[in-house]
């Protein structure tokens, strides 16, 4: 079956880093975008980063110059430097994979930036 397993979350102090893993596994159809989301308590869900199967990204401006987002097409991985955290980067940061048929989240994890 279908699975979208996030990894590398956790507690890292101001100014450090983390770095978030996510594996795809069980999807037939070609993988395009993958990309990571990130929700706060009593906030919406938001588009932290994403890329495209041939390597374009974006990436949300408060993270811009701080994170960065890469992937590995042969393992339908993709993940997510994170330097210089702040506490407000605290949140369960979700995993998006799209093909052309199918959005996929993984479960979500979470990361906790201490001041």
């Known amino acids: 079956q279908v699975q979208v397993v996030e990894s590398g979350g956790g507690l890292a102090q101001a100014g450090g880093s983390l770095r978030l893993s996510c594996a795809a596994s069980?999807?037939?159809?070609?993988?395009?975008?993958m990309g990571w989301h990130r929700q706060a308590p009593g906030k919406q869900r938001e588009l932290v980063a994403r890329i495209s199967r041939g390597g374009a990204t974006n990436y949300a401006e408060s993270i811009k110059g701080r994170f960065t987002i890469s992937r590995d097409n042969a393992k339908n991985t993709v993940y997510l430097q994170m330097n210089s955290l702040i506490p407000e980067d605290s949140a369960v940061y979700y995993c998006n994979v799209l093909t052309m048929y199918k959005n996929y989240w993984g479960q979500g994890t979470q990361v906790t930036v201490s001041s």
């Open positions: 069980g999807i037939i159809s070609t993988i395009n975008t």
